[in-house]
């Protein structure tokens, strides 16, 4: 435990441990713990590590901590392995049994590796023979040995991931396959750096009271990690991991966005005819329902109670539940497949307007980053050349004042939260959306809300052939 120096009044404590997902739960002390570890980092480990060369960037962890005589400091941890070291002394261990660990990886190596000079070996037959027959042959061969490896891999992997124990604060204990069961654990869980520090924590007898998670080093490839940025834990490999090892402590519950009430007139019915119509979704609102029994209302579910006998999905297009602006609408099921037919064309004029928490260098341009999910934290997209899908966003600079820009964007695909990663992507405009929760620099306040607004939609009328053009200015 590294003592606090001063040392923090009872006062200064916690009472319940803060949820670690969610941003804006970083207490105090642990802010102080972080940032006096981001202070060794930079005069200490980050040159030794290289933590500032491309790629090496890393998420860090701290955990204040109360020992039995009263004493206060706080754990360090690092995700992943650091310098190809996964246990280095003076930081929280991993969370696996090493020697459990070791029995099956080592021989485990080898045999990939045998795999990998066997299929090379079969490769090079198949490049060297001009026999159909004979490539026939050696093409079954390597499906066969493919098939065996991933097979091999896949048990091996299992026995690995029974190796990780975490213990929470009644003292049970769990493996890592029984956390996420029926599912298969993603790869990676049981590496960050929180269940690392609630682990030592725990084989110390120390009590924990707060926890902060951050990125130092060099930008991650994805662009989504900014150094010396809090970060909530990310749900997709930690939510049933850390939900056991803090049960038995007083904890916050994690947040649930997108159930804050909403006036009841909302959304404002802004163009309607006997097909559609375009409404004003405000933010907080979601647009369809989410997977919560507690996440039911939204436009959709609005919508249905006003326009009962309404057919097919209501709602043609989304909007994220943080942004605000205008949402099309079809009474039934035929207008709706033909509006989506004109999405899916992209014959719908969107432009949404923004303040960016930042200054932007030039007037115009285009940005084509390809996106995917984060499958490990939902519902978070990143940046990915590989496995992305394409999207493409046009922007202006509207006007610039205090360090912020106000930008206009006129999205030419539909991908999710795709404006908001555009925006803050180093290689975009490098620029968040302020507000932004997901993306930002900072955590938003209870009251600041995200600065993006659906200004504008111009279509052809499926039924009618009249250009329909339905604007509303940002309340920003």
């Known amino acids: 435990m590294i003592p606090f120096d001063p040392v923090p009044s009872a006062g200064e404590w916690p009472s319940r441990f803060p949820t670690p997902f969610d941003r804006k739960a970083v207490h105090p002390l642990a802010r102080r713990a972080a940032l006096e570890l981001t202070e060794s980092l930079k005069a200490h480990q980050s040159p030794a590590w290289r933590i500032d060369q491309p790629g090496n960037g890393k998420m860090f962890g701290v955990l204040v901590v109360a020992a039995p005589d009263g004493s206060i400091g706080y754990l360090r941890a690092f995700s992943g392995m650091i310098d190809g070291e996964w246990d280095i002394n003076g930081w929280a261990p991993p969370t696996f049994n090493p020697v459990q660990r070791d029995i ?69 204990e769990r493996d890592l396959r029984s956390l996420f069961a029926p599912a298969e654990p993603p790869a990676g869980a049981g590496d960050c750096a929180a269940p690392k520090l609630l682990g030592q924590a725990y084989r110390l007898g120390l009590r924990p009271l707060a926890l902060a998670e951050f990125w130092w080093g060099a930008p991650a490839p994805t662009g989504d990690r900014r150094a010396g940025v809090f970060y909530a834990a990310c749900r997709g490999k930690c939510l049933p991991i850390l939900t056991h090892m803090l049960d038995g402590l007083p ?22 005819d006997a097909q559609v119509m375009v409404v004003h979704k405000p933010s907080g609102l979601l647009t369809v329902p989410g997977r919560s029994a507690a996440l039911q209302d939204c436009v959709v579910s609005r919508l249905r109670v006003r326009y009962p006998n309404a057919t097919g999905p209501l709602a043609v297009h989304r909007l994220d539940m943080d942004t605000s602006g205008l949402v099309l609408a ?40 390809p996106l995917r999910l984060d499958v490990d934290d939902r519902p978070r997209n990143i940046h990915d050349p590989v496995h992305g899908t394409s999207a493409h966003t046009e922007w202006r600079v509207l006007a610039r004042d205090a360090g912020r820009t106000r930008v206009e964007f006129v999205p030419h695909t539909g991908r999710s939260h795709q404006l908001r990663v555009h925006a803050a992507h180093p290689q975009g405009l490098d620029a968040p959306i302020v507000g932004d929760r997901l993306y930002g620099r900072t955590a938003p306040e209870d009251d600041e809300r995200l600065l993006l607004h659906a200004e504008r939609l111009a279509f052809v009328h499926p039924v009618s052939g009249v250009n329909v053009v339905v604007e509303h200015p940002a309340p920003f």
Not at 122 to 151: F, I, K, P, W
């Open 104 to 172: 099956v990886w080592v021989p485990g190596e080898a045999e990939m590796f045998d795999f990998a000079a066997r299929r090379a070996a079969l490769v090079a037959v198949s490049s060297g023979s001009a026999h159909a027959s004979e490539m026939q042959r050696v093409e079954a061969n390597l499906h066969t040995l493919d098939q065996e490896r991933s097979e091999r891999s896949r048990a091996l992997m299992r026995q690995i991931q029974e190796s990780y124990r975490f213990v929470n604060a009644r003292g049970d």
């Open 251 to 272: 904890t916050d519950p994690p947040p649930l966005f997108g159930a804050a009430a909403i006036d009841a007139n909302e959304p404002r019915v802004l163009y309607e």
């Open 330 to 369: 079809a009474k039934d099921l035929a207008t709706a497949s033909a509006l989506q037919r004109l999405f899916s064309r992209r014959q719908v004029d969107k432009r949404y307007v923004a303040i960016l928490d930042g200054v932007v260098h030039g007037e115009y341009g285009e940005i084509t980053l």
